[in-house]
Structure formats: C-alpha cells, structure tokens
C-alpha cells in the first residue's frame, strides 16, 4: 500500500516565456526532482554542479554549469547538497552576495551538530539571505505529484521579504509553505521530518507496560496455579483466552486514562483557585498524548472484539460445549432455562457493542479530515460527552461481566482476585470523581475559573464584573 | 482522544526585523493566544488592555498599553473583547478612524442579538474598517499550532481592500482564509461555530422515530403475544434480539430514504417537463441530508452485524442448542441434511456479507479526505451507481431471510406481519421505480430535461438544436 | 450518502463596493452557478447570451447582455459553453482582443477531439488570452459550497501573468489553484475528469483473474471430485464455504504482490550496478498501483474475517456438529481433550487476527488525511516495516492453518493439492528473497547504489568520496 498518484500530471511544456530563472546547486536525485517539477511549473532552471559535463537525466530544457557561472544567473539558488559538503560554498562568497540561499538539507539524526543546517550556512554564507524550507517533501513525492502526499512545507528565515519569496515558489510549485518565523527556528524544522512518531512513544509504552503486567497475572492465575493444584495442562490458553482478557482490561485502562488528566486538571484549578498556572510538567505532556492514548485504547478493543467473536470456532470450546451435551444426554438431563442467566448474559453482550460502537464513533471523529468539517462546539461535544459516555458503558459492559461472582472469595486463586476487578478500579475511580466535579455547586466555581476568575486575586472582583477579554 | 499535535513547532523568535505592528485589544485566553502566534510568525504585537500594569503572561517582546495608546500603535486592531463590552470604543472613535478593526468575537447563542457583532461594531464605529474573521478558530487551537484542528477562517467585510489586508495576515499565520462577502455575511459567520451538527438533526429525530415504533412493534409480538397466550417469559429478547430485528429494518429503509429523493426529484421533473422550477422545500432538505442519513444507515447495519455475530456465545442460543441435541440424542434420531436449508441459509449470509462489504466502501468514500481524491465522474460512480447495488443486495438478503415463511399465514401474530415484510415495502417500492425510470424511453427524457430541455417551452426547440450552454 | 453540506453559507449580499466585473459566457447551469458564487464573493458579473431576454433564474444583481456587449465590460471572460458551439467567437475577435479567455468546457470522452478545447479556442480567437481552468469542479459543487468537494482546481495558460489573474479570482472564490503549466497541459487537465479510476483498472483485473481461477480450482475439487466420487451434492458450498476458501487465498497473493515489485526492483538494480537506467514499463506501472493492489487485499481480507465469523451460525455447521455430538452421545462416549490441537487451532486464529488487524492499520494509514499528517520516515516505516510483518503474520497464519494436513497425500484429490497450498508459493518466495536482500553484505551494496554509487561507472569512486548531492 505504498503511496501512489492516479492523477499526477506529468506536464512536459516549453512554454514560450519563462517566470523567471532559479538555480539549483547540485544534480543528485532531490535537485533533479525539484529543478523537474520547477521547470513544469514555468521556471527556467540553472543547475550547478561539479562536473557540468558529467551530469545526466536532467530534465530537458535545464542547463548544466559550474557553481559560480550558475550562481550569477539568479538570483535564488537553492542547494540540493549535504551539509557536509557546504564548505565549497565559502569559495564564491563573492557571488552569493546578497542572494537568496534555499537550504533543503536534512540531518541523519536529531540535534546530530550543534546548530542546523541552515545557521550554519549562514554563518558561511553571511552576505547572503538564508531561507530554511522543502525539507520535509521527498525527491520521489515531487516527482509523482504533490496531491498525496503531504503539501506542508515549513519555511522559516530572517529576512521577511526573502522569505516571502521563497513561500511564493512553494505555492507556485502546488505545496503549502508555512512560515515558522525566523532561521532560529530551522532546528526544528530539520528534526521534524526525522521524528519517529514522538507523540506516540509514551501511549505504547504505557500500554506495553499494562499489557506485560496483566499477561503475567493471568497466566499465573489461569495456567501456573491449575498446574500447581490439579496439574492441569492449560498452556494453550496463552494463544487467545488470556490476550482476550488483557486486550479488554488495558483497554479500558486506557480509555480512562485519556479522561483522568482532565479531572486531576480539573482539581488542581479548583485547589489553585486560577487558572493562570502552568500545570506540571508530565500533566502538560499527559494531556498532549490524550489522542494516542485513545486510539490505542480503541486498537485494543478492536482486538477485544475479534477475539471475542472467534469463540465458538476455537476447538477448544467446541470440544467443551460438545462434551457438556454428551454428559447431559447420557445422564438424560435437560437443563432447564434461566432467565437471568439470560438477561446477564445478553446485557453483556449488548453493552459491549454499544460500547465498542461509541468508541469506533470517536475514533471515526479523531480522524483529521473528519474533525476538520466539525466546528469547535461540535469536536467538543464528541470527544467530551460521546467519550465519557463510552466510558460509562464499558465500564457498566465489565460491571455485568463480573456479575454474581464479581469479588466473591471462590474466584480468589491465591488471594489473586480476577483481573478485571483490578481494571475496573480506575474507571470506576474516575467516573466517581468526575460526577462530583459535575454537581451545580462545584461545576458553577470551575467553570468561573476557566473564565478568568482568579480566588486570591485582589482584581478578581473587577475581572468578574468589569470588561472581561475573550 | 482529544485532538493533540505531533508536530506543532512552538517557536520562540527575535527576529531582527519584524514584518508590521499589529495591536490586540483585551488580553484574555484568546488575545494572548493570538499574539503569541502571531509574534512567532513575525508580527510585532501591542495589547491594548484597561489595566497595563496587570496584564500576565503575555508573549515576551509584546508591548502592553492602553487602549488609545495601543490603537495608535498600528492600522489594524484585532478585538478580543465580548461585545458586552465594546460600549468603550465609542470614547475612541477618534483614534479608530480609518483603521481596521477585526471582530473575532462570538456568542453563547444562535442569534442572540438582533444584528451580529460585527455590523454593531460598525454602528459604534462608523469611521472604521469593521472585518469579521477569525470567530472559528480557538486559542487552544491557536496555541498548539494549526496543523490538525480546521484552517478555514470565513471572513467578511464591506472594503475589500481592508479585508484582503486581514486575509493576507490569515494567511501567514497558517490558516486558510474564506472571503464571505460583505459584512451582512457576518450574522452567519457568528452563528457557525454555535452550531451543533445542523445537517443530522432530521436524521436523527427520523431514525430514532423508526427505532421506537419497531421496537415496540417487535415487543408487541415477541415478549406481549407469548406472554399473553402461553405466559411466556420472554423480556430477556428485549437485550439482544429484539434490536438485532429493529436495527437492520431501520438501515435498509434508511437506506432506501437515501435514494427516495432523487426518484421523487426525477418524477417530479419527468410531470414538470423542466428542471428550472425549485422543488419543494422539504424536498430540497432532504436532499441536503442524504449523506447523514446514509452514514446512519450504515452505523445501524454495523451494530446489525456485530449484534448477529454475538448469536453463538449467547446463553439463550446455547442453551437452546444444547437441549435440542439433548432431545434427538435421548430419541437417538439424526436430523436429515436438508440442501435447500442449507443453500437458503447460506445464500442469505453472504448476500448481508456481500451488503455490508458495499455499504462499508460507500462509507469510506464518503470520508471527505477520500471524496476529495475523486474525481466528479468517480464519485459519481461510486455513491449512484454502487449505492444502488448496496440496497438491490441488502433487499435480496432480508428478502432471502424470510425464505418459505414470508407472509404465511403461520407467522401472523394478532394480525401483525413480521417486521421485516414491513421493512420491505420502501426499498421494494423504490427498486421497482427506479428499475422504470432507467427504461430506455424514460431515461432518454429525463436526461433531456436534465440537460435543460423544457417540455412547454416556445424555445425548447432552439436550445436543444441551438447553442446549449454548459 | 451523497456529499452535502452542513455549512454552506449562502451569502446574499449587495456589498456598496465590487472588487472587479467579469463577464460569463453562456447562462447555462454551470454559468449560473459559477456566476452565484462569484457575486457572493464580491464580484460585479456580467452575462452573455443569445437571447439576453429570455435568461432566467440568473443571480440577482447580474446583467445579462449579448454577447459583444457583455465582452467589453470586463477584461475576463469566463466561457461556459460547450467546445461545439465555440464557432460564434470568431465574429467576436475583435472585441476579444487581448481579453482572457477562460476555458472551463468538458468533452464526453477521452481524447475526444485531436487538440483540448483550450488550444482550439487559442486557434479561434489568436488575439486572447487564453487560461484553462475550473473544469474539475461542478456546477453543484460550487452552488453548495466548495468545503466538501475537492477544492484542487488545475490553471493553464501561456501568458503567466494571465494566468496568475485567473489563479488570483479562484482563491478568492474559495477553492486552490494549482497551475500545471503551458497550455500544453490543457489536454491532461481536460481529461482528469474524465478518468474512471485509472490506477485500479490492473489492481481489478488481477484480482477477478486470481478469484476467477481460485474459485474454479475450488469448485474442482470440493463439489465436482464429491459428486463423481461419492454422489454427494455439495454445490451448497458455492455460497460461502468456497468464498471463504478463496478470498483469503486472494487477499494473501495481493499482499505479496504489493511487496514483490519492490524486491524485483532491488535486484534490477544489483545486477545493473546502478540506480540511473529505467526500470522497464511493466515494473514502473506494477509500483505505481501497490497501494490499489494492498487496498483490494485488504478488502479481501475483510471479507474472509466476516466470512470465518458467521461460521457458527450457518445451518450446515450446525447441523454436523449436532449430528457428531448426537452419534457419540448414543455411543456414549466422550471424546478426550487434544492439547495439541487446541494449540493449532488457537494459534491459527489468533495470527489471523493479529494480521488483520496490522492490515487494518495500513489501510488506516494510507487515508489520504491520515498520511498526510506523519512525516516521510514515519510513512515508510509504517508502509514497509509494518508492512512485511503484516506479510510475515499472514503467512504464518496460513502454514499454522495447513498445520499437519500440509501436503500430506491424503489430501490431494485429482493430483490437485489444497488451493492454500498454491497460494503460499509467492509469499514464501518473496519472504525468502526479502530475507536474503536485508543479509548485511547485500543490504550494503544495495544502500550504496540507491545513494547514487554505480558500479561500472568511471566517476563511482569520485561520487563516494567527493561531493555528494541529496
């Protein structure tokens, strides 16, 4: 499923007048792609390169000079080359004077030298105007078409108008130029595109740590104390009865987890009695990586369901129901039918799908292109009311689960209750918590926190009556 | 799942030129948010507030004044004030004359107030350039950068000069401004944000209509009959399987009111003999509505799959299972394989299969990042022509699923027929029109009426032989 | 699930000052609808016509003219007629003269006529201007606001400056210009629409091909070899025992075809030495449609996952596990518990599992919304690292499935061995190749060609060690 283009449009044109003339340093396979796409778009291209004569399958139409020949041609170059090979660049000075410098470069590593890319061409360069941007589209999504892959490019640089320059090519070229401000903010620029999924390290981590502890609690519950009591052989449970219970439990664990920074936040304003304080760091990053957490919460579940839903293919129960009957049959005993066996059986299952339903809801909303057609109250109300009422029925689906034996002492396995009791005590915690934090009294006093209405403050008074800012 | 950012890039900058001064007035949430994006995309920002002193946690290099002093600052002045307390500004009428003054202000209310914000700020104002802008988007979006929540900013104003001014500011921030037209637009910009999915309220209120009478048609039946005539315990069926009847009979006849429409539209136009009269309002709004109703639909057939694919782990259909092998064993009789069961019971699980793979595509399709990949024709492909697939094969398996019993007298209860013949009349009736329309005599008419042939006009003759106009 | 629209804002407006006047051709719907928006926008527009009387149903506020007079009024002249009826113009050469002509007509077919309807227009009236543009969007699309439909509108033209007019007018108009050069490009803008799913047309054919064969192969030998053999009728396993045979075969040998282009590219360019010779057209068109091909894998496996869960609810499965239950019930005799074969049959299922959801994953990551917002790193990592063990689950899956039977000659019927069989060929093949192109020495070679070195080339040694460019 790589990504592909069914629309790209290779426009081989000549067109008979030029929008004007930019240079490219260097004929590898980014300045290749680029100087392309440029001259489909109407530029005249100039490459430098080292060996002019040497240079290939360039497109046609684009000519090939030495560094300093190329340079005198326009008046924006931009340098297709590695940073390690930057220093050619302090021979011709003179010629880049006053120019516009492009640097696309990327790193290997984040941070891997002590200043980006592009300060330290400006260091180099000092009399030429260094713009940070492209770094982040590759050689081979230019070459297929911009409408896939992603059109945002960060721009930054010190000189506005060089920089509004450059941000015009980027839009004449089909892409999104985005300005971050100045060069000092080329260092994260370059590490952007170098990121491995930083939002999502702390989520998996999190729910590798939930899933190694559960795993290892029932597996001494389930398959090391029948060894030990009635040496039962109960291995294969490993391959699906026991992930089916530890893909529900961090689930759930995890859903609630994406609503608790928002209570415990809750409480500090209300303990702080303002706003206007910073919260704790590992808070900050907490709230940040809410989204993750919550979509794992819903891989987990999808599991969940799936594993769930194989059941009566499993030859293990098969073999069990099958057996079950045969006893009965020979013993010439029907089993009469209970009702609330029933009605416990079948709430249960109901208030899982629900709960899976809302939940596929709220990942279906979280999905950019959708949450970009909502409004701020709409986002609001699904990601707020949609999710805590998910969160109220899966915790009720693991409530019925447990049923009648939910902490009665039979289901103790040395002093181990079932692991279910033990994911059901945040949730449960949460949801304690969260409906005080609701009542008129304690909601009306946050609520005017959230407005700007400070405790301690001696204007609070006046904040509270007077002109208050949006 | 709180929308969170990978990839906000919190720059702090102090670029050595700035591009121009803009002044904010009110130093709340949103006025400190905008200034901060606004200073890190290299605007030099002056807070006008009542209390210069007081102000906190500002963006550094931003300058704090009062209003007057701030508004002399710079041409445009963003206000970040409630409009309760815009009275204030009539004392500086002089100072605000000719300059821009952005309102991004927004109420608690749909229509609040009897004009918007903005047309009384222009009245309060006259001497200045009023622009509505920048009302959908919030501080915190603002704050943790723009890449995931929406960057359309609809904007509005009376000069368009003043107001390309404000979308060219939109636009090096990193939002997408939307020109509205005149500032008449703004009552209409203002209640955007306070709205709450408009679009799926009458296929909310039409579905849960459809979901409460089947249901109480099917407890009619299924828990009052038995109970009534052979005392019965029958409400544990009120869990699961009376919405796994409900809700299948409420997709495909939303379903079939996703397609209702556009038959009525062509046989309206087919007896019209034009397509320049307006339909009927009702009918106009139900085609504005068909998307919601049919990803209604689909969130119902998804809860019909689940729900029948929990049968097996059910108690009720174990025990069943169980006690009717219990009995042929204790006969020792062996059920006769009959084949037409099986190809009938077969062919009606594959055809929903088969239903459900088409309507999850037609879903998917309809996420608006992949409608945007299409083109018009391919689009039009897959929600016309697959769409009518999806309801011809959904009808087949609920028609497959009655089999021999479908209308018997044997199935009638105090003279009601089950559900699902019900459930049928809408896509029967539609499938069969359709099936007329699209004969080659109908459907050569109509696309001459679609393509702007009128029947009773003098000129009829001329526009089809003539020019015809795209 | 038709594309609606939750937020149009249908802005009546007679702003006091009108950016610009442009004059439309034609009062067609498209003209019509175009003509609406732009006034919303705050354009002055004029209409041409034929019968400038009989115009109707034109927005408010616009003029309708003929055809000479409502030319001189503005210096863009948008063209909503279709290509046929162009003749008219050139008795209007004169009054067209150096005014931009925009050309937004469709043809009906592909390369309908030998040049696109703007080059014919530039050879009619040789003293505009002449721009293409707009043909992507519909008459509806803009009529119910542009926030659904693609907003991507392709310009061409040969005077840039024109053409940057017409770019700026789009902008306004709420959608985005994306200028494709010379007029040149008219043909490939003029055919985009056009375009039936291009890329899919080989993904489909394939795949009808392989369940074509796979589905005969299976009639073969499951109903055929049974009713010659033992007389048993077994054509009830058409419906969805056969299916269930063949679609995962299918979904498995299009998931190695998603990733076997790649390894046959990687040992083009081994045994070439060097990355800079085209790879011959089959290979270029086979990897430019592996998301389509994963995409259809990817509903092929949906479509066996819902398949293998409606097993328990099928009569024919019912019924045999009834009568096997009922046969040892009568002889009274309990099976024993086969720990060997619950581990097979666990561990089939929970690999199944565990690659469907990888799967979906992928599919996940391949919305267009969704690649969008990772970076180049994080879509190749997900793509290729998820996206062989994705490759490498699935295949296990399949073996653990054949488990003991595999190969076993009790298992071949007419000489042909089970359809799984055959369809682990590819995956394994290319596993295995896989595994030994990732060997160090190879991987290395392989890294340094893809990063320019060539093996036979004189300047390889200078390209390692000197300059690199990107």
């Not at 931009?78 to 000075?93: C, G, K, Q, S, V």
């Not at 999924?197 to 104390?225: D, G, N, Q």
């Not at 992930?243 to 928002?262: C, S």
């Not at 039918?337 to 709960?355: C, E, H, K, M, P």
Request: proline fraction near 4%; charge should be positive.
């Amino acid at each position: 499923m790589e990504e592909t283009h069914t629309d790209t449009l290779p426009l081989t044109m000549n067109s008979s007048e030029k929008k004007e003339t930019v240079c490219i340093f260097g004929t590898g396979d980014y300045g290749r792609s680029l100087g392309l796409k440029m001259c489909q778009c109407g530029y005249s291209i100039v490459f430098g390169s080292r060996n002019p004569q040497m240079s290939s399958l360039l497109p046609s139409g684009a000519e090939v000079l030495s560094y300093s020949e190329a340079a005198q041609k326009s008046d924006i170059i931009i340098l297709a080359i590695h940073r390690e090979h930057y220093d050619f660049l302090t021979e011709l000075t003179n010629v880049l004077n006053g120019k516009i410098l492009v640097d696309i470069s990327n790193n290997l590593k984040i941070n891997q030298y002590p200043e980006s890319n592009a300060e330290y061409l400006a260091q180099l360069v000092p009399g030429a105007f260094v713009v940070k941007a492209l770094n982040t589209v590759s050689a081979w999504a230019l070459q297929s078409g911009a409408l896939d892959a992603s059109r945002q490019i960060f721009v930054c640089g010190n000189d506005s108008k060089t920089k509004q320059r450059v941000m015009d090519i980027i839009r004449s070229i089909g892409l999104t130029p985005l300005d971050q401000g100045s060069l000092m903010a080329a260092n994260e620029i370059e590490n952007y595109p170098l990121q491995l999924f930083p939002m999502w390290k702390f989520p998996l981590y999190l729910s590798a740590a939930l899933c190694l502890f559960f795993f290892c609690y029932c597996v001494v519950r389930e398959v090391i104390y029948p060894y030990v009591h009635n040496m039962e052989d109960n291995t294969f449970r490993i391959a699906i009865s026991i992930p089916n219970r530890v893909f529900p439990i961090v689930a759930l664990m995890l859903l609630a987890l994406v609503y608790l920074p928002g209570v415990i936040a809750a409480i500090l304003q209300l303990y702080r009695g303002t706003k206007y304080r910073r919260f704790p760091d590992w808070l900050d990053h907490w709230m940040l990586c809410r989204k993750q957490i919550g979509l794992l919460a819903l891989g987990f579940a999808f599991l969940h369901v799936l594993y769930t839903l194989v059941i009566p293919i499993r030859y293990y129960v098969r073999w069990r129901l099958r057996n079950l009957t045969i006893t009965q049959a020979t013993l010439k005993k029907e089993d009469p039918f209970n009702t609330s066996s029933a009605w416990l059986s079948d709430s249960y299952v109901a208030l899982g799908i629900l709960g899976f339903f809302l939940f596929v809801l709220l990942g279906i909303t979280s999905l950019p292109s959708v949450s970009n057609m909502v409004n701020w109250r709409e986002f609001r109300f699904v990601q707020s009311k949609l999710g805590y009422l998910t969160l109220v029925v899966c915790t009720a689906h693991t409530l019925v689960y447990g049923g009648k034996r939910f902490l009665s002492p039979k289901i103790l396995r040395w002093c181990l209750p079932s692991a279910y009791v033990l994911a059901l005590i945040i949730p449960c915690a949460l949801l304690v918590i969260k409906f005080i934090l609701i009542l008129p009294c304690i909601d009306k006093t946050l609520t005017r926190i959230r407005q700007g209405w400070e405790r301690d403050s001696k204007f609070s008074k006046s904040a509270l009556n007077g002109k208050t800012d949006i």
